[in-house]
Every structure is written in C-alpha cells, then in structure tokens.
C-alpha cells in the first residue's frame, strides 16, 4: 500500500503529520471511527510541521507532485499519474473540472484555513476512500463543528491572518469565527488571494502568472446523543488567473456548492450519509497584454453526488463496512461566436453539449486484526460509468476552406452513438504486519480502474483552433478525443517498511503499477504555431507501466532544555512510467530528486532549513514534444514565533535565487507569444521570495 500521510489541524490551525506508513493503517481504519478496532501503533517520533503552510504546500509534504498551471490550479500528482487520474474529493464532494484545460480542478475549491483533515493515500487506497482513480486518493475534510457546554449559542473562537510573498506581491488574507452551543454550531472560514506574475531567478517575469481569487465557506450543525447533522455552504470567485502554459486564460470562475452531512450511532454499527451539490460557471478568454485575442469560452456544470456508508463491527477484532455512492456530472461547453468574425462565427461552437457522466457504486470492506501483530484489510467495489452527450456544430456550416475540417466532424460526430457504459471492479487488499514494536511491515495488491473523461471521449473537433483549446497537459499540442475509449485498468503491487525508536525513523516504500488501457496519445498530424510545429494527438488506449520508490527519515540530534530540539529530516524519490509498446517515456515523469531539512524548536520559536535537489529531466516524451530540464538545487529558510494567541512567520524561498526550469511544468506558451525566437522554453520557476505571515486567535 502506497500510503504518504495524514494530516490534522488542530484547533489554532498548526498541523500535525503521522508517520506515512501508520498512517496507512490509519486510512484503512479511519472508515471505523467508534468501532472497537485495534489499531496497531508503531511507536517513535512524530513528523510534525515547523510553519504554517497553504493547501499545495500540505500537499507537497504529504508526496504529492504538481504540474504547473494557474497559481489556485496545479495539478496534482502520485505515483507519476497526473489530474483525473487521483480521485479528489472535499467532504466526499468528488468536484469535476468544468474545462477543457481543467483550469479548475478540485484542490482550486478550498483554501488551508478551511481545511481539518487531509488524507493522501497513493497507489491502494481502501475501496470505501472512493473509486474510478488508479493513482490515488486525496480526502479533504473541512466539516469540523465544535460544541459547548451551554445551552446558548456564544462566541467560541476567530481567526484573522495575513501572508505576504515579496515575489509575484502575493497577498493573502483570511479570517474565520465559530459560535457553539450544547447541541448547536456555526462556523464561518474565508479567504482571499492576490497575486502578480512572479520572476524567475533571473529576475525577468514569467508571464501570465497572476490571479485573483477568494473562497468562503459557512458550517453550521446540530447533534444530539447519537447524532449529528451537519451543512455546508461554499462559494468561489476567480475573477481572472493566468496559465502561462495554455493558449487561453481563466476570466470568470464562480461557483456555489451544498454539502449535507448526517452521522448517527446505531445500536449495531454507524451509519455516515452525505448529499452534494456543486455549480461551476467558468469562462476562458484574455485579459492581459501576455496573450491577447477575442475567443470567449463559456463551461456550465452540476455535480451531484451522494454517499450511503454503514461500518458494522462484526467481532471486537474486526469490522465490516458497507457503502452505496451515486455521482453525476452535467456539464455544457459553448464558445460563442465573435462578432465580425469571418473564423468564429456566426455559429456557436457547441463542444460539448448536455454532457452526462454518472457513477453508481456499491462496495464492501473487511478490516481484521487477526493477532496482536497482524491486521488485514481487503474489499471489493463494482461501479457503472455511463457518459453520453448531445449533438454539436461547428463556427459555420463551410464544407470548404480552413474551417472545413470542424464541419464535417460535427456532422460525422452528430451521426454516432455516442452513450457508452464501462463496468468497473476495484479489489484491495493490504497486510500490516508489526514484527516488534518498532517496526512495521505492509504488502499491498490492488486492481484499480478509471473510466474516461468528457473530454477525452467527446473532443470532436479537427481544426487547428479547435484541438488547440483541448488538453491539460500544457505541451502546446493539440488534442483529439475517441468516443470508443475503454476504461484504465491499473494492478499495483506496492510494499513498505517502517523502522523507528525514540531518536530516529525510516521508510521505504517501492511500488510497481502495470496499467492495461492506459489513456495516451498517437500522433495524427502536426500544424504550425507561428514558426513553430507541434502535434495533432488523438487520445488512445495502450498498456504502460509505471514503478518508483519513496525513502525517508528523520532523526532526533538532540532534545535539551538549554538547545531546543534539533531533528534532521531527508527524504529521496524516483519515478518510472512507460509504454509497453514501445518503451517510450510516459509524460511528466519527474526524475530522482531529495530534500534534506534541519528543523529547530525551542520555546515559542520554530526554524527549518531545506535543501531540495531535482536531478535532470532527459527521459521525455517525444509525441508532446516534451522539453528536457537541467538539474537544480533550491535552499528554503522559514522560522516561526509563537506568543499566547498571536503567531508570527517569516521565511526566504529560494534563498539562493536560483534560475531554474520546473520539470512539470509544461512549455511558455505566454512567453512564447511574447517572443517566439526560442521557440516553446519550460516554464521558469520563481526566484527568491520573501515571505511574512501573521495570525492571531481569539
């Protein structure tokens, strides 16, 4: 099992992280809270967090990689599987990205101040966290009401905080306040973001990487001995964000979202009900002089969703858990027609019209402690996808000349049938086995499966602007959809091992994923982006596999009452993905990189000092045109005070201003535009930033 960790917040937003392998056995059992299960502890030091961090930094320390996209937008990765691959889901919510370059995926919906509890679970993830992912699952919860001990309603707590990073002038701000009672509580939690484009470590900007958002969030629940209810109320604004590596940007993303809880303890068992809705409206266009042009795209969608688990413990050793989930997305993609315009008009380009993509699941799971030292934990989960969409048109009804190409598809899609249905069957299983106190020993086999996207199935287009407006892998390339797609297959063997006592820890965990119809790309064609030629890539099912390894450990260098506490923290990661056929990388495989972090706490003061190292990128995918990347080492300071209610960091980035190029992040098509002589370069990363943080509770 390919588990990275767990993360709690406690009640003045610090945040704690269980060792990565015990936390393994945490996601397994964490489905059975209340259940008199006996939870094998390995015994050691805690991983613990020395600054605050935001969602994608939590993220990076829990193993997740990014590709790079808007700054409130990056792309998750495990395992070496990017976007839609990981089943993300917020309070069981499971948000689809309403876009065509997935300009708003799931992690762009919560802010960390509204954030409890993050549970990363890469490769064999429990068949009741979720299903239709093969990388991996991300479990956000933020419904997390605190209750009193008096009958009226009072103030319980508030929040306010500020952040700053001198590159890029990103301002941050976010406050919160909970009123609680006995039986009663309510809470509200907001944030709001601003940032520039940032520079490079040469100082020069990285183009289009600005943005602007906010996100509110207000909880209020009732419980009462053997029950609680809970409702959660949501809403975004993204009035713009740039993406530096797409041919359009983000100019609207508004969007509303209800999440109804219900937990109850039952005379045999508990029972765990929820109900979901989220509306997104989102819009692409331009808005600054770093790409400019008039081609606005409008994106409509609903997600539904509801969830039915009953955990049962069957004995005092083991527990049974029982689960039904329905999800449904709609989704409407128009780029309406621009005025005068003799190429976009005087149609509306219908891309996806009245699209439908529903999930219906049932699974059941079986944890057992078989003895003191041994616990298993193995289920089965059988879903139905069914996706389907309406007939659509292009700009114009020319059979003749450039936009010919769009024409014909759509009278050639109108004329398909486009409903498909795919089974899929997830199995689990894991053995957690502790050999002494200090050591624990897990093996995990797994068969995971996710069914294809609405985009993937249903991208008819041909034309050259068309194709273009497709993809979330940020190569410039332009992307072809197959209503025939099948499903992705992955059977993963992953293994782990834990050492630790009171002065240090270790963990290895390698895993080795073979993934039967794995949704790649074959070239169909090139075209020309000014001087430059990138490729026609219809989306097509093929077999890869992919494997990798994670190390890891800390030690305590010492505890006294005169120095504080030292600890020295490293860690080093390879991944491996490729096509069967061919032996060809697969894409965005990040290469061998390690970090190493000094950490000292004494007092109120917390101080932590990190060197990354990222090995070079030369493994890279020749369809996309994939760029290779240098090799590159990035020093990170921060240091944090603590004083009663009020909390104060401080921090450089980049303490070196270190140029360097991001190895997932994709070509500058912005940078491009500007000056198209080097052709589509990598996007840089950011050069030294100062930052500055300030909270305080009360």
Request: charge should be negative; charged fraction near 15%.
């Amino acid at each position: 099992m390919q588990t990275q960790s767990v993360f709690f917040l406690d009640q003045s937003g610090r945040c704690f992280r269980y060792s990565a392998l015990s936390a393994m056995i945490l996601s397994c059992c964490s489905a059975y809270a209340g259940a008199p299960l006996e939870i094998i502890e390995v015994k050691g030091l805690s991983w613990s967090k020395t600054v605050d961090q935001d969602t994608y930094q939590q993220l990076q320390s829990a193993g997740v990689d990014f590709s790079a996209a808007g700054g409130m937008s990056a792309l998750p990765v495990l395992n070496g599987m990017m976007g839609g691959r990981i089943k993300v889901l917020i309070d069981g919510s499971d948000i689809s990205a309403a876009c065509a370059n997935e300009m708003n995926p799931p992690l762009s919906y919560i802010s960390a101040n509204q954030i409890n509890q993050v549970n990363v679970v890469a490769g064999i993830s429990p068949v009741s966290m979720g299903g239709d992912n093969i990388a991996g699952v991300i479990s956000i919860n933020s419904i997390n009401p605190t209750f009193s001990d008096t009958s009226a309603l009072s103030h319980h707590k508030s929040y306010i905080g500020t952040d700053y990073r001198s590159n890029g002038d990103i301002f941050k701000t976010s406050a919160g306040t909970e009123f609680s009672a006995k039986n009663v509580s309510l809470k509200y939690d907001g944030a709001f973001e601003d940032a520039n484009s940032y520079n490079d470590g040469n100082g020069a900007k990285v183009p289009d990487t600005l943005y602007r958002a906010q996100n509110h969030q207000l909880t209020a629940a009732w419980k009462d001995s053997t029950q609680q209810l809970a409702v959660k109320l949501s809403h975004q604004h993204i009035p713009f964000q740039g993406f530096a590596n797409q041919y359009m940007d983000m100019t609207d993303n508004t969007s509303y979202g209800i999440t109804l809880q219900y937990q109850r303890t039952l005379a045999e068992g508990d029972l765990l009900a929820r109900l979901n809705w989220h509306g997104i409206k989102h819009e692409m266009g331009f808005f600054t002089d770093d790409k400019s042009g008039t081609m606005p795209m409008l994106t409509d969608s609903d997600d539904y969703s509801y969830q039915l688990h009953w955990s049962n413990p069957l004995t005092k050793h083991s527990t049974l858990k029982l689960g039904h989930e329905f999800y449904q997305l709609t989704l409407d993609d128009i780029w309406p027609a621009v005025a005068d315009s003799m190429m976009m008009g005087p149609n509306d380009y219908i891309n996806i019209n009245d699209g439908k993509r529903r999930r219906i699941a049932a699974f059941t799971e079986l944890s057992q402690q078989v003895t003191e030292q041994l616990e298993l934990n193995y289920g089965i989960r059988l879903e139905q996808v069914t996706t389907n969409t309406g007939d659509v048109q292009a700009y114009n009804n020319m059979t003749m000349g450039m936009m010919a190409a769009d024409t014909i598809a759509a009278q050639a899609f109108n004329l398909r049938d486009r409903k498909q249905q795919d089974t899929l069957t997830d199995i689990t299983f894991v053995a957690s086995y502790q050999p002494s106190s200090n050591q624990l020993l897990q093996f995990g086999l797994a068969q995971k499966n996710r069914a294809p996207n609405l985009y993937e199935r249903y991208s008819w287009g041909q034309g050259t602007m068309a194709i273009t407006m497709i993809g979330w892998f940020g190569d410039a390339n332009g992307y072809i959809g197959d209503i025939a797609l099948k499903p992705e297959t992955a059977r993963t063997l992953s293994v782990g091992y834990q050492y630790s006592n009171d002065n240090w820890q270790f963990q290895l965990r390698p895993f080795y994923t073979r993934v039967s119809d794995y949704i790649d790309v074959e070239l169909a064609g090139s075209f020309n982006s000014a001087e430059m030629s990138r490729n026609r890539l219809q989306f097509t099912n093929l077999d890869a596999t992919l494997y990798g390894a994670e190390a890891s450990a800390l030690w305590l260098l010492s505890d006294t009452q005169s120095a504080g506490q030292w600890r020295l923290l490293g860690g080093l990661n390879l991944n491996r993905g490729k096509r069967d056929d061919s032996n060809e990388p697969l894409y965005q495989q990040r290469p061998l990189h390690s970090s190493v972090s000094v950490q000292h706490q004494q007092g109120a003061w917390q101080t932590q000092l990190t060197w990354q190292w990222q090995d070079s990128k030369h493994r890279v995918d020749p369809r996309r045109l994939e760029n290779t990347t240098g090799s590159y080492a990035v020093l990170d300071i921060s240091t944090q005070w603590q004083h009663s209610n009020l909390k104060l960091n401080l921090g450089v980035s980049n303490l070196l201003d270190k140029d360097y190029e991001l190895p997932l992040g994709g070509v500058n098509i912005a940078q491009y535009r500007l000056d198209n002589g080097n052709g589509f370069m990598p996007i840089k990363a950011a050069g030294r930033s100062v930052n500055a943080g300030l909270r305080y509770n009360f």
